[in-house]
């Protein structure tokens, strides 16, 4: 089967909108870098279109009725949108999910000390890297900072053209001969990737503030360097050191989404995985009309390890939002009513995909395989080593999407991540199929997926957009 070339099929009109589109995802890419700062751009966005806050509506004693929007927010690291639709919810509900976190380096609960004049932040990488690809590029430093008194301290530096970056060093090649020995795995190993923050001392005489006890400025003696930083810390953040215990800070590549090739055709980027499909299934909900379904969009975190945690999509998180919704629509007469509205409903579970890379093609199987710029992409299965751990969608289920994407002229691919045997990878496809709905697999495909920087191509992300559109418009199975 030939996949037909999606940017031949755009007119004038349609690639102004287009590169619209792919404005906007590049702003949600460089001002989203944690799963936080997504859910409040997530949240900006969906309040702008008139979107309301669940917890608002419970302790206001409002009602939802067919047509109005709502959101509810967990632990500010995942969200879930509705609209509600024409149909009960025990007719079944349109759901579209993907994940905001992405694969970096997470600073250590303990984790600042010096070593050979250099201030260093000790590191546990989260998701799956390449640790090698970490070294010697600029990085930025995000994340918050909860204080005893309940004072949360926002934390964002490195992506100002006038603030700082950091950085993990790399051992020189001419003196690499050991290194460039070992296998790639352990090139640079998980323990090597200490971010180096700074490498100026503590000026006793004019740094040290007035009133300094003696025995911190004999620790300052001995860890000069750290202590400059610590006292940064105070000075322009106003935390402490004991404070990096309540912190999440989440170590990124600096930098804002660039357009890429001469052609401009192709978004480079860093947590494109899974950003793509949430900002695209996000933007689809926001620019539909009433539907006759009602439709979600689920947007979590902790994919990358395994959807964990009370704001990974294994948290009941979701299923009691549904709860709340239904009952605010006076559809909540037992859990029944839930289970039966759950299990009727349909999902696009959407997730990145492997886009054919031309310089390593040996492991793909090109006939089942997504290429950059071939549409929207739909995975059946995806799991490794005979499918193991997959959701596999049902035809029946397909049947009923291939006719919902050619009605409305989407352009779609349908591949596997990989070749047989090749490797694998999960998505949270398989924990909304517990419910009994329908699940499938689709996203956008990428190159250098979980490398710093992700590649797209604008116009999947452009169909992508469009097909969430058309599911929630027109699934009903
Ligand atoms: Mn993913
Ligand atoms: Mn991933």
């Known amino acids: 089967m030939e996949y ?9 009109a349609e690639l102004k909108k287009l590169e619209k589109i792919n404005a906007e995802y590049m702003d949600f890419l460089s001002n989203g870098k944690t799963e936080r700062e997504c859910v409040d751009e997530i949240v900006n966005m969906a309040e702008a279109d008139g979107y309301v806050e669940l917890e608002k509506l419970i302790a206001d004693g409002k009602k939802l009725k067919t047509g109005d929007k709502v959101y509810s927010v967990w632990m500010n690291k995942s969200v879930v949108l509705f609209r509600i639709g024409k149909k009960p919810f025990s007719e079944g509900i349109n759901i579209l999910g993907a994940h905001i976190d992405s694969p970096r380096m997470d600073v250590k609960s303990n984790p600042l000390y010096e070593k050979d004049d250099f201030a260093l932040l000790d590191t546990h990488y989260y998701g ?11 990085l930025a430093i995000h994340g918050v900072v909860v204080k005893t008194d309940g004072t949360t301290v926002e934390v964002n530096v490195g992506e100002d053209p006038d603030d700082p970056v950091f950085f993990v060093s790399d051992l020189l090649i001419h003196l690499a001969q050991d290194q460039m020995e070992k296998k790639a795995s352990k090139v640079v190993e998980g323990e090597d990737l200490d971010v180096i923050v700074g490498n100026k ?42 404070d ?21 055709s192709m978004i480079l980027s860093y947590g494109q995985d899974d950003r793509v499909c949430a900002y695209t299934s996000l933007r689809a909900m926001l620019d539909l009309p009433v539907c006759d379904r009602t439709v979600c969009t689920i947007l979590v975190d902790k994919e990358e390890i395994g959807s964990v945690g009370a704001t990974g999509m294994r948290s009941r998180f979701f299923e009691n939002a549904v709860a709340e919704v239904m009952n605010l629509c006076g559809q909540y007469g037992s859990e029944l009513d839930l289970k039966r ?3 009727r409903s349909c999902m696009l579970s959407s997730d990145v995909s492997a886009g054919v890379d031309p310089n390593y093609e040996s492991v793909f199987e090109k006939k089942n395989a997504a290429f950059l710029g071939g549409g929207i992409v739909f995975n059946k299965f995806t799991g490794a080593r005979g499918k193991s751990g997959s959701n596999d969608a049902n035809a029946e289920y397909i049947a009923a999407l291939r006719n919902v994407f050619e009605k409305e002229k989407i352009s779609y691919q349908f591949a596997e991540l990989g070749k047989v045997d090749a490797g694998g990878g999960g998505t949270i496809a398989y924990i909304l199929a517990l419910y009994g709905m329908n699940v499938i697999d689709s996203g956008v495909a990428v190159l250098n997926m979980h490398s710093p920087w992700e590649a797209t191509s604008k116009a999947d992300v452009y169909e992508a957009y469009k097909g969430y559109i058309a599911f929630c418009k027109g699934m009903d199975l």
Do not use: C, H, M
């Not at 037909?4 to 004038?12: A, F, G, L």
């Not at 007035?210 to 003696?221: F, I, Y």
């Open 201 to 242: 001392p503590v000026n006793f005489g004019a740094d040290v503030r007035k009133g300094t006890a003696k025995s911190d400025e004999e620790k300052s003696k001995k860890d000069p360097v750290k202590a400059a930083i610590l006292k940064i810390l105070k000075d322009q953040y106003d935390f402490e050191e004991k």
């Open 128 to 138: 799956g890297i390449k640790k090698y690809q970490y070294t010697a590029l600029p």
């Open 341 to 343: 509205a759950l299990s």
């Open 4 to 12: 037909e070339k999606v940017w031949n099929k755009y007119s004038q």
């Open 244 to 264: 990096f215990y309540s912190a999440e800070l989440e170590v990124v590549p600096a930098g804002r989404a660039r357009e890429a090739g001469f052609d401009r």
